[in-house]
């Protein structure tokens, strides 16, 4: 299979890892990628040096002097035309990301979806981009308020979402003018140049060789040349915290400007109002989507205490419906941690539960039987903890979950209020007005708040992003737009006289 993929998508199992648009460059050093179903490499992607990453840059800058010229409903035309492709090529696309990954193939075809969904909503931002029209407190003046690109984005993605998120960023940058520069994650490579073969053959057939979209490949040596770059305008980082620290610092210190997509500690309420049904599938797939390796994965359930037994029983029979294992079977619900050091943290996890008084609803542990290839497969798993224990205040990238009984809504908020992360939050409730408690500054603290739904997953027209230590960036739909653009604020005087300010005169 994989051998048909490559030759879908254009790749080989030895490929260069530096792409200035169509052009490729190649170095001796090499990352492998692993597939985390079989530990099998897939193939093998050469590293970035330095001198082909400062070709990069030069090569970037030169081309948005170019793609700036063209008007934007032209450029949301090439972004179209790759959405066409995307949807040719959906199948195929997802079935890589699922190999690479470890994603279940039906999470690896929605990524894919993703992609075409941002791309339409981009298809339709090109012929927007307002400006304001502003009333100047002076005779015979007009102001308004326009933008324009910034110049050359840089995209530091991350293995869980190896291309949705990457398509967030560049959609969106690409019609409003600007060059970007991918760095992938190195675990995921193969997607990322999937993806880059894509837009090239779009803009083959459209006689652009203006390379608009660039790939350097490595590990955070890599990502630090990108954050440090001056002529890289912006920079849009998803990862861990302490990445995004390290980005932050990195940009901030030269002034430039950041988009900080970074840890979730996602927490769902279950009033004794809520549809039991409802809650119980948002708190599955929530819990064990993508293996919990998701920035908006359910890592605590906040339960009424009228409805804990009752729920949790539910919750116990649900679990044990869990199909894990190779997510290329469509029958199967989930698939692998991406690789050891996620394995290790898990144990790691649940060993700390343990010690932080912690009861197991639903024990965890490793899977190794015939239908596992990999040791990276894991048990899904649930504790009752106190409240204050800290290990809930600790983003772990795996599918355990972290139960808590409150008896009033005001306490169970407090409860979700009280991590450090900020991305999404959710509350189960036929309630109105615990609805719209929940909703109210007195209510969640997080960029994503719902109700009647799980905290995983976002739709592509708003905007996705979050609060505190999630970094505060915003990407995909709303007015998102507006980071990858400068606002130029312009006056116009359309009479014969300047007046100046205070009433200061010349006598000219």
Known sequence: MISQLFKTFGLSTSNPGTYIGTKSLENTEYIS????????????????????????????????LEWRKFPAPKRGDIIRQYAMELRRHK???GKLISVEMGKPIQEGMGEVQEMIDICDFAVGLSRQLYGKTIKSERENHQMYEQWHPLGIVGIISAFNFPVAVWSWNVAIALICGNICIWKPSEKTLFSALACQNLLCKVLSNNNIEIPISNIISGDKNQGKWLAEETEVSLISATGSVRMGREVAATVGKRLGKSILELGGNNAMIVSPNADINLALHAALFGAIGTAGQRCTSTRRLIIH????????????????QVKIGDPLDPNNHMGPLIDQNA????????????????????????????????????KPCAALLPPNAEIMKIETFAPVLYLIKYTHLEEAISYQNNVRQGLSSSIITNNLQ????????????????????????????????????????????????????????????????????????FNL
């Open 91 to 93: 199948s195929d696309l």
């Open 33 to 64: 990628s692993i597939s985390p179903i079989d530990q099998t490499e897939i193939g093998r992607v050469s590293k970035t040096s330095n001198y082909q990453f400062q070709e990069v840059i030069k090569e970037s800058k030169k081309a948005f």
């Open 343 to 378: 394995v290790n943290q898990y144990l790691k996890c649940i060993e700390t539960v343990q010690e932080q008084g912690g009861e197991f609803i639903i024990e965890g542990g490793l899977i190794r039987n015939r239908n596992t290839k990999s040791p990276f497969y894991v």
């Open 305 to 320: 205490s009228e409805i804990f037994d009752v729920f949790t029983e539910k919750l116990k029979n649900a679990y044990a």
């Open 434 to 505: 615990e609805a719209q408690k929940f909703l109210s500054p007195e209510g969640s603290d997080c960029g994503i708040a719902n109700v009647n739904i799980g905290t995983s997953g976002a739709e592509i027209g708003g905007a996705f992003g979050g609060e505190k230590d999630t970094g505060g960036g915003r990407e995909s739909g709303s007015d998102a737009w507006k980071a990858y653009m400068r606002r130029q604020t312009t006056t116009i005087n359309y009479g014969d006289k300047i007046p100046l300010a205070q009433g200061i005169k």
